[in-house]
């Protein structure tokens, strides 16, 4: 009995021991890497007016079309700097991205090559093998700003990444490093949110009309969200030549919303060729907001063949069908054969608006 | 006997504002003087007359346009002054010459257009007197 006793002190004597290493170890590790941040900041203040001066200077040689030589020789000191202190390879990244920014012309085209002599995008890609999402996405941004195209293949993984924020940063730096056609719609498993829309607008805002994408392409996508940003940027981009696969698409289509862009996109690029078709759509279809862009769209093609069908919506139930079908007349600049007072309060609303 | 111009330059970003005194300095081969914050630019106004100031809108302590309405308003000076922005708005552009800018360039820019800007403004200068 006394026996056993003993064994179960020397047991709990030896896991206190164990308990107490394992705690100093771990305090160990904490100081260690407490010292090692301190060191590593002591390190990029030292260094960071230097890393900045280095760069203006490279940055002006240039410019003035300074020797090879001198610009070799700059790049050595401050790639020997960066060997030396590998905590500063962060810092001359983050630096020379953000000049990136605040330059055009010949210094963007040096800073441009100073990225590449100093392989800075290898430590953007290496972010994109951390587990950590918001380090990937961190990487692809920086790949993004200083536009390396040669790193589409790697951003590509991560489009349908499961965090929003990784897929929509490698969606959007898609959007600016490919060039022509938007490939990576075509591999989309998650719909594009309405803010990724308007930021892939945003960076095809910047390539020339010759480069865009061919909407068109996408008009049919199993995504309606694809769909729908594709008929966005069709009137965007002023598309006038794909008027006939929008009506194409809009015969087609069986989504209501599709539909509504669709005739809303009709009208914004005044096609004429979908007047009998829409027409069709208004007599056909039930739904108050559709017939409120046909009605829109046949008010502002100016095609007076639709004065009866227009009038014929001046007496439905519902109000805003009616507005929108006075509306039309307005501009078609119709005379009415029959004034009812609801006509007249409609005519007045306008009227009003005008004024106002 | 030369004229030595003293062109003071406000920004914030350490990189930006070398460089834009080296190639200033290269260039023209005047004093150029440096500084990082609001407060430091207005302290060396206070101390010194500058023949041209070059600022960002956005620094620490005093922004570019706080800085001119304090050279136009305060001191009554009509020294030359260029902002540098990163924002474009029309708001600001119309903020910055109703305060009395000179000139406005907006970020991305290039160091070359600022420097035949600042030649302008010298070339105006020099023909004025």
Not at chain 2, 73 to 82: A, E, L, V
């Amino acid at each position: 009995m006394s026996g056993q006793a003993v064994q179960v002190w020397e047991i709990i004597l030896l896991f206190a021991v164990l308990v107490f290493a394992l705690a100093l170890l771990l305090v160990f590790i904490i100081l260690r890497k407490s010292f090692s941040r301190q060191e590593s900041a002591d390190i990029l203040t030292g260094y960071r007016a230097t890393i900045d001066k280095k760069i203006a200077i490279i940055l002006v040689d240039a410019m003035e079309n300074s020797s090879e030589g001198s610009y070799y020789n700059a790049v050595k000191g401050l790639t020997l700097l960066v060997q030396k202190y590998p905590v500063l390879e962060q810092y001359v990244l983050d630096t020379i991205n953000r000049q990136y920014g605040n330059l055009v012309g010949d210094s963007k085209t040096v800073l441009k090559r100073l990225y590449a002599d100093l392989s800075l995008h290898q430590i953007s890609l290496k972010k994109l093998e951390n587990r950590s999402w918001h380090v990937q996405a961190v990487g692809i941004r920086e790949l993004e700003k200083m536009d390396q195209s040669v790193s589409v293949d790697r951003i590509f993984m991560f489009i349908n990444a499961k965090k929003s924020e990784l897929r929509k940063v490698a969606r959007l730096a898609l959007t600016k490093l490919e060039t022509g056609n938007l490939t990576f719609l075509d591999h989309l498993d998650e719909e594009l949110s309405e803010w990724e829309q308007l930021a892939m607008h945003e960076r095809l805002k910047n390539r020339a009309k010759t480069d865009l994408p061919d909407f068109s392409k996408y008009y049919f996508h199993e995504q309606n969200s694809v769909v729908e940003f594709s008929i966005k940027m069709t009137v965007e981009f002023g598309f006038y030549e794909l008027v006939p696969q929008l009506i194409t698409l809009l015969k087609a289509s069986k989504n209501h919303r599709i539909k509504l862009l669709t005739v809303q996109a009709l009208t914004r690029l005044e096609a004429y060729q979908a007047v009998p078709l829409v027409r069709s759509l208004l007599q056909s279809e039930d739904s108050a907001a559709l017939s409120i862009a046909c009605l829109n769209f046949l008010g502002n093609i100016d095609d007076l063949s639709s004065q009866w069908l227009i009038e014929m919506f001046m007496s439905k139930e519902d109000m805003e069908i009616r507005m929108a079908a006075v509306n039309a007349a307005i501009k078609l600049r119709m005379e009415f054969s029959a004034i009812n007072q609801d006509i007249e309060n409609i005519l007045l609303h306008f009227e009003n608006e005008l004024i106002s | 006997m030369e004229d030595i111009y003293k062109i003071l330059v406000c920004e914030d970003d350490d990189v930006l504002g070398s460089m834009i005194q080296f190639k200033l300095k290269r260039d023209l081969n005047y004093e150029i003087i440096k500084v990082g914050n609001g407060r430091e630019a207005k302290n060396k106004l206070q101390a010194t007359d500058f023949s041209l100031v070059i600022s960002d809108i956005h620094m620490p302590y005093l922004s570019g346009l706080e800085l001119l309405e304090y050279v136009r308003r305060d001191q009554k000076k009509d020294t030359p002054f260029i902002i540098l922005s990163s924002e474009g708005l029309e708001a600001t552009v119309m903020d910055a010459f109703n305060l009395g800018a000179t000139d406005f360039l907006t970020k991305p820019f290039s160091p070359g257009e600022l420097l035949m800007r600042v030649r302008r403004i010298f070339h105006v200068s020099v023909g004025k007197q």
